[in-house]
């Protein structure tokens, strides 16, 4: 069994430490007369690693209601070419396919995030399967839960899944604004908007995280929709296809960064009602 490594990069402006770990790694490399590419950018931003979950906000800031972060598009795409998240005061869904970052309104219409556009929470991994399963007869949510599972050797990793195809019927969600930025994420999961589609082409791309780390990434089967034409997308809540094919990739590690954002830096987080938020997202 593959040993779990949590790799927590806590990215803080006002770290000391920090800059007196540069200044020492600064002198050092002086002293051997080449320069040293640094572990994180200006942004505090992990490159891209093979088996590693780069996670921007924690699960339990949106369970506290902070719905407002600071990374943008180009962040990501530094991170990963898949992930799925959410937009600054929960307006809509994310989901990066091929590394370009997509936003998905209450309708589930599409658009290329731009520049300026900013998340609360943000899942990237650099997609790199390592196994390619056949998957027949799926008729439900469960179904595809019950089916990924026989595929999984660790109870206790991530998984990261990419499907593309056909899909017989997808039902999918997003949302509007959050007008209260004080409301619970359990009361604006209530007011999401759910619409469906039959014989859709498209890519889902999602992940599954231990309850363990519920606190960290939202827990269990979390999947993100985009159609090929790039008119359609959601957040998976029932699905149903004949046969597809499904890339699979066990990971290993997670790079957490921390926003810096006021709301943030400033609350009193509370914790242990992932479980229950991700129930409640997933139509249970």
Do not use: W
């Amino acid at each position: 069994m593959k040993k779990l490594i949590l790799l927590f990069s806590l990215a803080l402006l006002a770290s000391c430490g920090n800059e007196t770990k540069k200044e020492a790694t600064s002198t050092s490399e002086e002293g051997h007369g080449h320069s040293h590419s640094q572990v994180t950018d200006e942004h505090g931003l992990a490159p891209h690693t093979e088996n590693t979950i780069h996670q921007y906000a924690p699960t339990v800031a949106l369970l506290n209601s902070i719905y407002e972060g600071n990374i943008t598009p180009q962040q990501m795409v530094q991170q990963g070419n898949i992930g799925i998240g959410t937009v600054n005061h929960l307006a809509g869904e994310l989901v990066a396919v091929d590394g370009v970052v997509y936003t998905i309104d209450a309708e589930g219409g599409i658009a290329e995030a731009p520049e300026d556009l900013e998340s609360p929470n943000m899942t990237m991994i650099n997609f790199q399967p390592k196994q390619t399963v056949t998957v027949e007869n799926i008729e439900s949510y469960e179904d595809l839960t019950r089916e990924l599972q026989k595929y999984s050797t660790s109870k206790n990793s991530f998984y990261a899944y990419r499907i593309k195809g056909e899909f017989k019927h997808l039902k999918m969600a997003s949302a509007h604004k959050v007008e209260n930025e004080d409301v619970s994420l359990f009361e604006y999961l209530d007011t999401r908007v759910m619409y469906t589609r039959d014989n859709i082409k498209g890519t889902l791309v999602g992940l599954f995280t231990p309850d363990y780390l519920g606190n960290i990434v939202i827990p269990g089967m979390h999947f993100h929709f985009l159609s090929d034409d790039i008119k359609l997308g959601g957040h998976l809540e029932d699905i149903k296809f004949d046969k597809l094919s499904i890339e699979i990739q066990e990971v290993n590690q997670v790079n957490l960064q921390l926003p810096e954002t006021e709301k943030f830096r400033n609350k009193d987080l509370k914790q242990g009602a992932a479980p229950k938020a991700t129930a409640k997202q997933n139509g249970k």
